[in-house]
Structure formats: structure tokens, C-alpha cells
């Protein structure tokens, strides 16, 4: 529900969980005109991000319609509204909709992007081996940036849930003119700046006015975008860093399966590749965060980590997001579920992934150099 802050500002508790707190302030709290801009705070504010629409409307309105609030000026219209979670959007999504009602003088639309502590990467077109290991990147996020902490979020057992870091997800936008007629979007982000970049030819014979010419859908997920099936026999490590001092009490991923399929999680010592701990086997079905309590090991030294599940299924589905910094280290020798080896030994270097999987614990203090605590996977069939 949307509340109105003052003449200009309006805001939305999305959640009002302590451990996961999402706001959306529309407007900016700090002029005294409306600005068409929503800003968008995770984890009681402890990063955030506002895209504010670059116009040259003199006289604009500002109007509210029942949950949304409409900006309308003489050439163009906003529209900002919250999506409820949906099978598109598990955790639900904000719509920054921008309407076009005449030709545009440019196939460009900007916003100014200010943010606190996060860091956005480009999710590309896959490539053939992707394509080949039974990868699946949907349309809307061809294109589209997955949007992290730039910073440590340690998951400690009773804390704030920060998962796998991962604070939403910014979809490539689907541009739709009044006969109905569809047109991917272009994204793209540079200094500061957001721009959706239309095809001329479409705006050139489209039928005014145009919805969702800059349709900024930003989804609220803590999960990877991108689903790879299971392949048998076959892991994948990203090497994240120096973790905190502690005990490992659990190992989170997020998974499905076609059927009812079973799964355990381990921690890894990257200098040594030894095997440090594992966790209780979990079932899984539905796509969800599952989480394995430890069962052996778990102290942590502040030396890097890597993070990894086993499963029975081959036909198990994993995500991740296309993420630069994360080399991915590939281990192809045969084992058999529910042994994890050890230690491994890895085969080549792959793709850079991010894979949605984390680890909560309890510890002191975090070492120096620590950058995150996740993605080491395995997948195979026993």
C-alpha cells in the first residue's frame, strides 16, 4: 500500500520484514516538485538505487490512481506501481512504466542512476557451449543486468537474510505499442546513466501511444536469472575469497526438479581442494531456497572457501547470473552421490558465473579479504 510522505513523495512498504526490509520511495523526499523517478532500499537502506527519467516536460501533473501513481506530461506519461508476485516475478517486482504518446524526437530514453553499494552486470546472448551443457536464459533477461551488493553480506544465523548477495534484477523491457505490436528494448548502463534504446523502424509505423517504452521492471529476487540442467559427474567452483572466522551451521541453494529429488552441500579449502564440510541430505522439488543443517566440520580460518551441492538427479536445475570476478573452475571427474571426493582435482576454467547458493554461520570477525560465500557446484547421478 502506498502512503503519502508529503506533496511530492509517496512510499511503499513492500517488506517489512527486519531481516529483508524492501521500500520504494516515489519521488524524491528532498525537492519540492515531484521528480518521475522511484528509489528503491533493501535491507533497512543499506543499498539502494533511483532511476530518474530524463525529460523536458514544462507542465507535468502528478495524479494518484488507486496503488499508482501517474505522472503525465504533454509528450510523455509514467506510470509507477508495484507487481505482486507472480510466476514471472516469485518475490515480486517494481514497474517503471514510461508511455510515449507521439514519436519521440530520439530512439533513446535516459535515466540518471544514483546508487549505494551495488554493483549491476550484463547478462549477454549465451554462447553455443552454454547453449550445449542445457543452459536457459529467458528473453527477458537476454540483455537484461543482475544487480549485487558491491559489498560483504554475511549471512549469520539470526540475521539479515542477504542470501547470495543478490538484491534484485533489472529485465530487458518489452516495448508495446496501442495495435499490440511488440519490441525488445535495448539496456544499457554507463556513467551514471540508464538508456533504452527502441528500434527507429518500430517507432517509425508504431501506433501511438506506446506502453512500456522504457517498461524498468525491477525484480525484487535473490536468485539467479539464468537455469542450467543437471549435468552428471560434473562440478563448478568460484573461487570468492577469504571467509569470516566461524562455524558453518547450514548451506542454502536454490533448486528444482521435475520430480521429488535429493541433495546434500559441502564447503571446500580452495588452497588444498580438502573437503571441510558437509551437510544433511535435504529433498526437493518445487523451485525454493533449500537448506541443508551441517553435519560434519564447519570451522572456518579466514582462508578461502568454496561452496558446492551434490545431487541424485541429473536433470537437476541450478541459477546463477553472468557475473565478471568470478571465475568459474570446472571439475569433471566421475563420482557417484552422495560421496563428495576428497580433496578434487579440477579439469579447466569456465564461464563467469554467479551461482545463487550461500552459506549462514556464526563468527567473529570477518576477515580482510573476504568477498562473498558462495558458488562452488557439483551435479551428478548415483
Known amino acids: 500500500m502506498i502512503n503519502q510522505l508529503n506533496a511530492t513523495t509517496w512510499v511503499e512498504q513492500v517488506k517489512s520484514n527486519p531481516k529483508d526490509e524492501i521500500k520504494v520511495i516515489i519521488g524524491d523526499d528532498k525537492q519540492s516538485n515531484f521528480e518521475p523517478q522511484p528509489k528503491i532500499e533493501r535491507w533497512s537502506n543499506e543499498i539502494n538505487c ?44 517494481y514497474e517503471f512504466e514510461v508511455i510515449l504518446k507521439e514519436k519521440p524526437l530520439t530512439n533513446k530514453i535516459e535515466f540518471t542512476l544514483e546508487t549505494k553499494g551495488l554493483d549491476f552486470f550484463y547478462q549477454p546472448e549465451l554462447t553455443q557451449e552454454e547453449i550445449d551443457e542445457g543452459t536457459i536464459r529467458p528473453e527477458n533477461v537476454v540483455g537484461s543486468y543482475a544487480v549485487y551488493a558491491s559489498e560483504n553480506k554475511i549471512n ?10 543478490k538484491v534484485g534484477h533489472i529485465f530487458r523491457p518489452k516495448i508495446i ?10 539496456l544499457h548502463i554507463e556513467n551514471g ?11 517509425d509505423v508504431a501506433v501511438y501511444p506506446i506502453r512500456h517504452a522504457a517498461g524498468l521492471t525491477f525484480g525484487y ?13 560434473y562440478l563448478r567452483l568460484v573461487n570468492f575469497g577469504d571467509t ?8 542454502t541453494a536454490y533448486l528444482s526438479s521435475s520430480g521429488t529429488s535429493a541433495a546434500k552441500f559441502a564447503l571446500y579449502v580452495v588452497s588444498s581442494l580438502a573437503l571441510n564440510t558437509t551437510t544433511e541430505e535435504v529433498t526437493y522439488s518445487t523451485l525454493d531456497w533449500y537448506t541443508g543443517a551441517k553435519a560434519t566440520g564447519g570451522t572456518l580460518s579466514g582462508v578461502a572457501y568454496y561452496l558446492t551441492y551434490f545431487t541424485n538427479d541429473g536433470n537437476a536445475l541450478r541459477w546463477f547470473d553472468s557475473a565478471t570476478g568470478y571465475t568459474t573452475q570446472k571439475f569433471s571427474t566421475a563420482y557417484t552421490y552422495p560421496n563428495f571426493p576428497d580433496p578434487i582435482s579440477p579439469s579447466d576454467s569456465s564461464a563467469t558465473t554467479r551461482y545463487s547458493i550461500y552459506a549462514t554461520y556464526t563468527a ?19
Open 221 to 233: 529476487t535473490g536468485a539467479g536469472a539464468t537455469q542450467v540442467g543437471g549435468t552428471s559427474n
Open 244 to 251: 569470516p572466522t566461524g562455524t558453518v551451521t547450514s548451506i
Open 50 to 93: 533511483s532511476f530518474r527519467l530524463v525529460h523536458n516536460e514544462v507542465s507535468p501533473t502528478v495524479t494518484v490512481e488507486g496503488e499508482k501513481i501517474i505522472w503525465s506530461g504533454e509528450k510523455t506519461e509514467a506510470h509507477f506501481y508495484d507487481i505482486a508476485p507472480n510466476e514471472e516475478h516469485p518475490e515480486g517486482a
Open 364 to 382: 567473529g570477525a570477518p576477515s580482510a579479504n573476504y568477498k562473498g560465500f558462495t558458488n562452488l557446484l557439483t551435479t551428478g547421478s548415483g
Open 156 to 165: 549469520y544465523v539470526g540475521g539479515k537474510e542477504y542470501k547470495a548477495g
Open 193 to 203: 546513466i540508464l538508456s533504452v534504446t527502441i528500434p527507429q523502424e518500430f517507432l
Open 177 to 186: 505499442d496501442s495495435a499490440g505490436t511488440e519490441v525488445w528494448g535495448e
